[in-house]
Every structure is written in structure tokens, then in C-alpha cells.
């Protein structure tokens, strides 16, 4: 028989490889997909509902075939990991795999069954090991005691470690195939010992699937360099690194190097686009005359800089987060782009653009704000309301900021319609005055205290005086750009949706979810219609009806007449109030702190060691009299933390001198608690209903892998609706609401239902 150690090892190692997995795969589907944050949602339900499939489904089934779980849980354990290395290769290739070029954007559709295909088989694995996993526990006597509880705590203790030397260790100095190659060298490993415990010819299929993961592993590094000639077809790869921030890659084609970051073309050298570059630079300065300081922020190496540079500017304070970007401009070794970074009139700060608009103690003339179409909660944090409030304290009386959106001059769709209308509203919202400058492809916003100042005639004489050398601004081309008549059509088309927009806010990143409307109305009409119809409905109606539902499926479960249908609901609403919390934890820690890509693995961790600290504080309860009353106090009064802990941090950031590690802890102890609501009622609930459970091991590994399902199902649920339609239609004060009444009636009804 194999040690108790052993199998405590063993499935200490599923927490720290399932952790690792998920954080691995989530992290490229954000690089290959944009940064988009909503990815992290699907990434989540998608795991979650195969989870759920491998652990009320497939992992029942192998317990009720196998003599022991020793054969299934070693074969499992190993395809897991040679698909994870499968799956990247999956997401790197898959644009390639269908044809499309590497900087053209993914469909809804093809995006799903790439994460579905990629993550899919990995978390059908994760969730059948928990339901044999279970088994195993159950194969050593002195582990009868609270199995579900100790289980969760080797789970969530292997996770908050995988997380954590995820972070430290890994995470920016080691490639992800690496990675998943040395998680497959150790899975192997721990197959080979659990070989020991099988009979017959399985020991030798399962010695054999260990030495081949030890044999895979050594071939992993080449994957790297396979994968990266899929997903860069027809060029060359001068780098390509995660930084703590984000996927940073630099290709070369005859002579043009590009950089991407997070899959989207960023900067170009020697020949940068120089069309709206132009445009974006030169029509605001024009039309202000006494521009002596500039604030970039964005990329503004490889031409915004180079144009600014046209005018008497005394200094350029260009902010770039991630650190970087600075090495890898210098490696292109291209004169113009050096040239600029080393100008005197330059200084490069690396800092956050919300953190620098909070704390910066000058003043500029002009801030230019380059961070594209807010289709990721990274770009939309420099665009709200709450932001633009900021810049207005460091703009001088005559400054102005300056922004771009997407349009036409030929006809605005509806989604185009409602974007600029936002932005509008937005901008209005902070200062006084916004102007528009309309185009083909694009409208500038020139928003500020003062008037812009936008008159053709005055803008070409400041044109003359400073003979300016350009490829596209003209007398005749500001005429053009500059006709009011445009501008009083865009006014007109435009006004017939601002009061059907909301403007962009921190709390209710609605810009965000109007940046995916305009993104998908190329392949759909569908989603942008529901994103519009959940943004314009009144949250207090949505709320209310949402509420009135859960109600009702209550009453359904009370009517039942068993007094196991509050408890099963229970655990379905943990799952779902859970995962909801660390979402709104991620979704708030990204709009007001940013660097979600380098703190995403230390939020999971606090989740997880959350998770953890619940488990061995339900696996000490003995009494089972007082196993009902946990429950109640779990759904009512523990589901307070985390929204209390999230409402203080909002509270924190909102004061001037903003202490920025006292809001991270509230986040993390926001992460904390949720998953200590989760580690405490699940094992809880496990002991109540395993009374009425006849049967043995197999039975109760059943129960276990039914409850285990159920939560997954909750969470799964709350994974798609709170990014996709809770948040964007309620906000996240309404959305804690929410939560804290789903949990709040749910403990009532446990109350009413408690045996007496």
C-alpha cells in the first residue's frame, strides 16, 4: 500500500498544477487576445464548466469502473499536462490554424473555441481528479475524518503555492512552455510512485505515461520556437518576453520592425504610420500657440514624439507602465526612435498613468492621451470620468487633453454612435468644454477649460511661422478637416444617442463595454444589441427583477419538501458569490490600480489561501448540532467581508494622498475572504448531507464530486453574467448589493428549513 504521505502529496501537487495551469493559459489567452479583460471571465467559466463535467461527471464514472482510483488518477493526471503544452501551442497557432493574419482581430465565435479547445480538456481533467482524488483520500483509513476538508485544504493550499511561485519566481524569467514542461516532469513523477499501488499490467501503463512526460519535458523549449514561427508566419522574431505587464514581441519584415504588445501592433521603425500620427499632433497644437509642456501617454516613441518636437515645446514627459518597453525600443537600435529618447526635452517616467494624474505636484499645457479604443479595462481606466477629473487639476487654465475615437464622415452605425456619445459625455462631465474634430476613420477630442481655438485661418498662419514639415497638414487639408459643416452633422448624429448613453466611471466601466460593442459589430449584430440593451435598462429594474427570480427559484427549492434542496442551493450560490467577488476584485483592481497582468496570479493566491484557512476551520467543527448554524452565519454574515472590504477600498482611492498598499491589501483581503466563505460551507454542507448517505468510499466520493460540481456550476454561472452583463448594466456598488441579497435570502431560507 502506498503511504498516506504520498497521496497527501500527490494531491497537493493537482492544487499547485491546476493553479498554475489556469493562470498560465489565462495569461496568453490576454496576450493573444488584446488584454482583454472580459477573457479572463470566459477563461473562468469555461474551466469552471468543465470542471464541473469532469467532476460530477467523469470522475464518478472511473470511481464506479476502477477496483482503486490509483490507474485512472495517474493517466488523468498526465494527459493533463501533455494538453496543456498542446494548448498553448493551440492559442499561439490558432489565428494561423484559421487563416488569418496575425494583427487581425477574432471573432466571438472563433474566440471561444480557441479558450474552449485550448482550456477545455485541461479543466475536464482538473475537476475528474478532484472526484478521484477523493477516492484516493478515502484509500487511507486514518483519512475518514472530514475527507471533504482536508481535501480542500491540500487543494487550496497546492494552489496558493503554485500561484504564489507563480508570481515570484516564474512569471516574467521563465517561457510558459518551460513552465508547463516542468509541471509534466512532476506529474510524470508522481505517477511513477503511484504506479507502485496498481496491479498488473496498469503499473506498467502508468510507469510507462510517467517516463513519457519525463521524455516530453526535454523536448518543451523547442515547442517555444515551433509556436512562434506559427503565430509570426513570414517573419522574424527578434524578441518576444512577458514582462510583469503584459506580452511584449518584436518582428521583422524587409527592413520594417513592429512592435506588438498583448497581439496588437504598438510601434513601427523606421517607417511609423504617419497618417494620423499627423493628424493626432498637429491639429491640437495648431490651435493652441502657447504649448510649453506635454504629458504623453502611450506609445509615444516612433513619430508622436518626433512631431512634437516640431513646435517650441520646452518639455515632453512621456509615462510608460511597464519598464519594459524602454529596454526594447532601445534594442531596435533605429536612429530616429533613439533620437527621440535621447532629446534633453524628454523625460521617461515609468509609472502608472491614474497613480501620476493622483499624485503629480506641475502643470501642463497639453496631455495626449494615445491608449487607442478602450476594449480592455487597461485602456479604458485612462478614459472615464474620474480621470479625466485628475487631469483637469494638472492642466494650466488654458490646457486641454486630447483623445481619439473611432468615426466617419460618411455614416455613423449605431455602435459608432453611442461610442462617441459616451466619450462625449464623459469628457463633459469633467470639464467644461469638449470639441470634435470628425474624419474618416477617426475623430479627435480636444476637451479643456478654455477654446480649443480650432480656426483653419489662425492654425495656417502658426502653420507658416513655424514651417512646419509634414506629409499631410496643408492650408487647403485644415480647411477641409476643419469644415463646420461636418462638425454640425456630427453634432446632429451624435446628439440623437447622448441621452441614451452613460458616461464612462470607474465603478461602471460602461466604455469598456462599448469599445467590444463597436469591436463586434464586424462580425455580429446580436452581442452589441444585448451590451446596448443591458446598458440603458435602469440597474434598480434589472436588480429587482434578478432578485425576484432568485426569489422565486427559492420558493421552487423550499416547495421540494427536502430539506437538502436549501443546502445543494447553498453551495450552488457560494460558487456563484465567490467567483462573482473575485471578479468584481479584479475588475476594480485593474480600474483603479491597473497591473492586473502582474498581480492576477497574488489575487488567485489570496483567493486560494482563503479557500485554505476555511477548509481547517470547518474540518476542526465536531459538533454536527452546530453545523446548521455555520451554514446560516456563513450566508449572511461572512458574505459582508468582502463587500465591506471592497466599499473601503473605493472609499481609500477616492482620498487625495492615497494610500496605494493599503487599498492592495483590502483587494487581497477582499480575494481572501471570498475564498474563505467557499473553503468554510462546502465541507460544512458535505457533513450535513453525508449523514443521510449510505454507501462507501465510491458513495462518498460521489456526494463529494456532486457538491464539488455544484459549486463550479454557481461559479461557472457567475463567471459569464456578472463581466458580461451584471457589471456593465448595474455598476459594482449595485452588483455588492446584489450579491449580499442572493446570499442573505439564501441563509433565511436555510433558517426556515434547519431541522428543529
Same mark, same amino acid.
Given at each position: 500500500?502506498?503511504?498516506?504521505?504520498?497521496?497527501?502529496?500527490?494531491?497537493?501537487?493537482?492544487?499547485?498544477?491546476?493553479?498554475?495551469?489556469?493562470?498560465?493559459?489565462?495569461?496568453?489567452?490576454?496576450?493573444?487576445?488584446?488584454?482583454?479583460?472580459?477573457?479572463?471571465?470566459?477563461?473562468?467559466?469555461?474551466?469552471?464548466?468543465?470542471?464541473?463535467?469532469?467532476?460530477?461527471?467523469?470522475?464518478?464514472?472511473?470511481?464506479?469502473?476502477?477496483?482503486?482510483?490509483?490507474?485512472?488518477?495517474?493517466?488523468?493526471?498526465?494527459?493533463?499536462?501533455?494538453?496543456?503544452?498542446?494548448?498553448?501551442?493551440?492559442?499561439?497557432?490558432?489565428?494561423?490554424?484559421?487563416? %488569418?493574419?496575425?494583427?487581425?482581430?477574432?471573432?466571438?465565435?472563433?474566440?471561444?473555441?480557441?479558450?474552449?479547445?485550448?482550456?477545455?480538456?485541461?479543466?475536464?481533467?482538473?475537476?475528474?481528479?478532484?472526484?478521484?482524488?477523493?477516492?484516493?483520500?478515502?484509500?487511507?483509513?486514518?483519512?475518514?475524518?472530514?475527507?471533504?476538508?482536508?481535501?480542500?485544504?491540500?487543494?487550496?493550499?497546492?494552489?496558493?503555492?503554485?500561484?504564489?511561485?507563480?508570481?515570484?519566481?516564474?512569471?516574467?524569467?521563465?517561457?510558459?512552455?518551460?513552465?508547463?514542461?516542468?509541471?509534466?516532469?512532476?506529474?510524470?513523477?508522481?505517477?511513477?510512485?503511484?504506479?507502485?499501488?496498481?496491479?498488473?499490467?496498469?503499473?506498467?501503463?502508468?510507469?510507462?505515461?510517467?517516463?513519457?512526460?519525463?521524455?516530453?519535458?526535454?523536448?518543451?523549449?523547442?515547442?517555444?520556437?515551433?509556436?512562434?514561427?506559427?503565430?509570426?508566419?513570414?517573419?522574424?522574431?527578434?524578441?518576444?518576453?512577458?514582462?510583469?505587464?503584459?506580452?511584449?514581441?518584436? %518582428?521583422?519584415?524587409?527592413?520594417?520592425?513592429?512592435?506588438?504588445?498583448?497581439?496588437?501592433?504598438?510601434?513601427?521603425?523606421?517607417?511609423?504610420?504617419?497618417?494620423?500620427?499627423?493628424?493626432?499632433?498637429?491639429?491640437?497644437?495648431?490651435?493652441?500657440?502657447?504649448?510649453?509642456?506635454?504629458?504623453?501617454?502611450?506609445?509615444?516613441?516612433?513619430?508622436?514624439?518626433?512631431?512634437?518636437?516640431?513646435?517650441?515645446?520646452?518639455?515632453?514627459?512621456?509615462?510608460?507602465?511597464?519598464?519594459?518597453?524602454?529596454?526594447?525600443?532601445?534594442?531596435?537600435?533605429?536612429?530616429?526612435?533613439?533620437?527621440?529618447?535621447?532629446?534633453?526635452?524628454?523625460?521617461?517616467?515609468?509609472?502608472?498613468?491614474?497613480?501620476?494624474?493622483?499624485?503629480?505636484?506641475?502643470?501642463?499645457?497639453?496631455?495626449?492621451?494615445?491608449?487607442?479604443?478602450?476594449?480592455?479595462?487597461?485602456?479604458?481606466?485612462?478614459?472615464?470620468?474620474?480621470?479625466?477629473?485628475?487631469?483637469?487639476?494638472?492642466?494650466?487654465?488654458?490646457?486641454?487633453?486630447?483623445?481619439?475615437?473611432?468615426?466617419?464622415?460618411?455614416?455613423?452605425?449605431?455602435?459608432?454612435?453611442?461610442?462617441?456619445?459616451?466619450?462625449?459625455?464623459?469628457?463633459?462631465?469633467?470639464?467644461?468644454?469638449?470639441?470634435?474634430?470628425?474624419?474618416?476613420?477617426?475623430?479627435?477630442?480636444?476637451?479643456?477649460?478654455?477654446?480649443?481655438?480650432?480656426?483653419?485661418?489662425?492654425?495656417?498662419?502658426?502653420?507658416?511661422?513655424?514651417?512646419?514639415?509634414?506629409?499631410?497638414?496643408?492650408?487647403?487639408?485644415?480647411?477641409?478637416?476643419?469644415?463646420?459643416?461636418?462638425?454640425?452633422?456630427?453634432?446632429?448624429?451624435?446628439?440623437?444617442?447622448?441621452?441614451?448613453?452613460?458616461?464612462?466611471?470607474?465603478?461602471?466601466?460602461?466604455?469598456?463595454?462599448?469599445?467590444?460593442?463597436?469591436?463586434?459589430?464586424?462580425?455580429?449584430?446580436?452581442?452589441?444589441?444585448?451590451?446596448?440593451?443591458?446598458?440603458?435598462?435602469?440597474?434598480?429594474?434589472?436588480?429587482?427583477?434578478?432578485?425576484?427570480?432568485?426569489?422565486?427559484?427559492?420558493?421552487?427549492?423550499?416547495?421540494?419538501?427536502?430539506?437538502?434542496?436549501?443546502?445543494?442551493?447553498?453551495?450552488?450560490?457560494?460558487?456563484?458569490?465567490?467567483?462573482?467577488?473575485?471578479?468584481?476584485?479584479?475588475?476594480?483592481?485593474?480600474? %483603479?490600480?491597473?497591473?492586473?497582468?502582474?498581480?492576477?496570479?497574488?489575487?488567485?493566491?489570496?483567493?486560494?489561501?482563503?479557500?485554505?484557512?476555511?477548509?481547517?476551520?470547518?474540518?476542526?467543527?465536531?459538533?454536527?448540532?452546530?453545523?446548521?448554524?455555520?451554514?446560516?452565519?456563513?450566508?449572511?454574515?461572512?458574505?459582508?467581508?468582502?463587500?465591506?472590504?471592497?466599499?473601503?477600498?473605493?472609499?481609500?482611492?477616492?482620498?487625495?494622498?492615497?494610500?496605494?498598499?493599503?487599498?492592495?491589501?483590502?483587494?487581497?483581503?477582499?480575494?481572501?475572504?471570498?475564498?474563505?466563505?467557499?473553503?468554510?460551507?462546502?465541507?460544512?454542507?458535505?457533513?450535513?448531507?453525508?449523514?443521510?448517505?449510505?454507501?462507501?468510499?465510491?458513495?462518498?466520493?460521489?456526494?463529494?464530486?456532486?457538491?464539488?460540481?455544484?459549486?463550479?456550476?454557481?461559479?461557472?454561472?457567475?463567471?459569464?453574467?456578472?463581466?458580461?452583463?451584471?457589471?456593465?448594466?448595474?455598476?459594482?456598488?449595485?452588483?455588492?448589493?446584489?450579491?449580499?441579497?442572493?446570499?442573505?435570502?439564501?441563509?433565511?431560507?436555510?433558517?426556515?428549513?434547519?431541522?428543529?
Amino acid at each position: 500500500m502506498i503511504s498516506p504521505g504520498t497521496i497527501s502529496a500527490a494531491l497537493l501537487l493537482r492544487g499547485v498544477s491546476s493553479i498554475m495551469l489556469q493562470t498560465l493559459l489565462a495569461r496568453e489567452l490576454l496576450a493573444v487576445f488584446y488584454g482583454n479583460e472580459l477573457t479572463l471571465g470566459a477563461t473562468f467559466g469555461l474551466w469552471l464548466f468543465f470542471g464541473g463535467l469532469g467532476s460530477a461527471g467523469l470522475g464518478p464514472l472511473l470511481n464506479a469502473k476502477a477496483k482503486d482510483p490509483f490507474l485512472p488518477y495517474a493517466i488523468v493526471q498526465i494527459l493533463q499536462s501533455i494538453w496543456a503544452l498542446f494548448a498553448l501551442c493551440l492559442i499561439r497557432g490558432s489565428k494561423t490554424l484559421l487563416g %488569418l493574419p496575425a494583427a487581425e482581430v477574432l471573432s466571438l465565435g472563433a474566440t471561444l473555441c480557441v479558450m474552449a479547445a485550448g482550456i477545455g480538456v485541461v479543466a475536464l481533467a482538473d475537476g475528474t481528479l478532484f472526484s478521484l482524488g477523493m477516492r484516493l483520500f478515502l484509500t487511507a483509513p486514518a483519512r475518514q475524518d472530514r475527507p471533504l476538508a482536508r481535501l480542500y485544504i491540500l487543494e487550496s493550499l497546492g494552489a496558493a503555492i503554485g500561484a504564489g511561485a507563480f508570481t515570484l519566481l516564474l512569471m516574467a524569467s521563465v517561457d510558459p512552455f518551460r513552465i508547463a514542461g516542468s509541471l509534466l516532469l512532476v506529474n510524470g513523477l508522481c505517477a511513477i510512485l503511484l504506479a507502485r499501488s496498481i496491479k498488473g499490467r496498469g503499473r506498467s501503463l502508468a510507469a510507462a505515461l510517467g517516463v513519457a512526460a519525463v521524455t516530453i519535458f526535454f523536448s518543451a523549449p523547442s515547442l517555444r520556437q515551433a509556436t512562434l514561427r506559427l503565430q509570426w508566419p513570414h517573419q522574424t522574431v527578434k524578441l518576444e518576453r512577458n514582462s510583469l505587464y503584459g506580452h511584449i514581441a518584436v %518582428l521583422e519584415q524587409e527592413g520594417q520592425q513592429t512592435i506588438f504588445y498583448d497581439g496588437l501592433p504598438t510601434i513601427a521603425a523606421p517607417h511609423p504610420e504617419a497618417f494620423f500620427t499627423e493628424d493626432f499632433i498637429h491639429l491640437p497644437l495648431l490651435a493652441q500657440p502657447q504649448v510649453r509642456k506635454v504629458l504623453f501617454i502611450g506609445h509615444a516613441a516612433g513619430g508622436p514624439l518626433r512631431e512634437i518636437f516640431k513646435y517650441p515645446v520646452q518639455e515632453v514627459v512621456y509615462l510608460e507602465p511597464d519598464p519594459l518597453m524602454f529596454d526594447v525600443l532601445r534594442s531596435l537600435k533605429d536612429p530616429g526612435i533613439d533620437a527621440e529618447l535621447n532629446d534633453p526635452r524628454v523625460r521617461r517616467e515609468v509609472k502608472d498613468a491614474r497613480h501620476f494624474f493622483k499624485t503629480a505636484h506641475e502643470k501642463f499645457d497639453a496631455v495626449f492621451l494615445y491608449t487607442g479604443l478602450p476594449t480592455s479595462l487597461a485602456a479604458n481606466r485612462t478614459a472615464t470620468v474620474e480621470a479625466f477629473r485628475e487631469i483637469a487639476r494638472i492642466l494650466e487654465p488654458r490646457g486641454f487633453v486630447v483623445c481619439s475615437i473611432p468615426g466617419s464622415l460618411v455614416a455613423l452605425t449605431e455602435e459608432l454612435k453611442r461610442m462617441n456619445a459616451m466619450a462625449l459625455k464623459t469628457c463633459r462631465a469633467a470639464l467644461s468644454r469638449c470639441e470634435v474634430i470628425p474624419g474618416d476613420g477617426y475623430n479627435i477630442f480636444i476637451a479643456g477649460e478654455a477654446p480649443s481655438g480650432l480656426d483653419p485661418s489662425a492654425m495656417t498662419r502658426r502653420l507658416k511661422e513655424l514651417d512646419l514639415q509634414t506629409h499631410l497638414i496643408n492650408p487647403a487639408y485644415l480647411e477641409l478637416r476643419l469644415d463646420p459643416s461636418a462638425r454640425r452633422w456630427f453634432d446632429e448624429e451624435v446628439g440623437q444617442a447622448l441621452g441614451r448613453t452613460t458616461p464612462n466611471q470607474d465603478l461602471r466601466p460602461v466604455g469598456l463595454y462599448e469599445g467590444l460593442s463597436l469591436h463586434y459589430a464586424q462580425f455580429s449584430k446580436n452581442i452589441p444589441g444585448i451590451l446596448k440593451m443591458l446598458q440603458t435598462q435602469p440597474p434598480a429594474r434589472l436588480i429587482g427583477s434578478l432578485f425576484l427570480a432568485w426569489l422565486f427559484l427559492l420558493f421552487l427549492a423550499t416547495r421540494r419538501g427536502r430539506r437538502t434542496a436549501p443546502l445543494s442551493l447553498a453551495v450552488a450560490t457560494t460558487g456563484f458569490f465567490g467567483i462573482s467577488i473575485q471578479i468584481a476584485t479584479l475588475f476594480l483592481f485593474q480600474s %483603479l490600480l491597473g497591473l492586473l497582468y502582474f498581480w492576477l496570479a497574488v489575487l488567485t493566491t489570496s483567493f486560494m489561501a482563503g479557500t485554505c484557512a476555511g477548509a481547517v476551520l470547518a474540518g476542526g467543527k465536531k459538533d454536527p448540532g452546530r453545523a446548521w448554524t455555520s451554514i446560516i452565519a456563513a450566508e449572511s454574515i461572512l458574505t459582508l467581508a468582502p463587500i465591506l472590504l471592497l466599499t473601503a477600498a473605493m472609499v481609500f482611492y477616492r482620498q487625495p494622498g492615497y494610500p496605494q498598499a493599503i487599498i492592495k491589501g483590502l483587494f487581497f483581503a477582499s480575494s481572501f475572504s471570498a475564498g474563505f466563505l467557499v473553503g468554510v460551507e462546502v465541507p460544512i454542507v458535505f457533513e450535513v448531507l453525508r449523514g443521510a448517505c449510505s454507501g462507501g468510499p465510491v458513495a462518498t466520493a460521489r456526494l463529494a464530486a456532486k457538491l464539488y460540481a455544484l459549486d463550479l456550476a454557481g461559479a461557472c454561472l457567475g463567471a459569464v453574467i456578472t463581466p458580461l452583463i451584471l457589471i456593465p448594466a448595474c455598476g459594482l456598488p449595485d452588483l455588492l448589493l446584489l450579491l449580499y441579497a442572493v446570499k442573505a435570502s439564501s441563509g433565511l431560507n436555510i433558517a426556515f428549513s434547519r431541522p428543529r
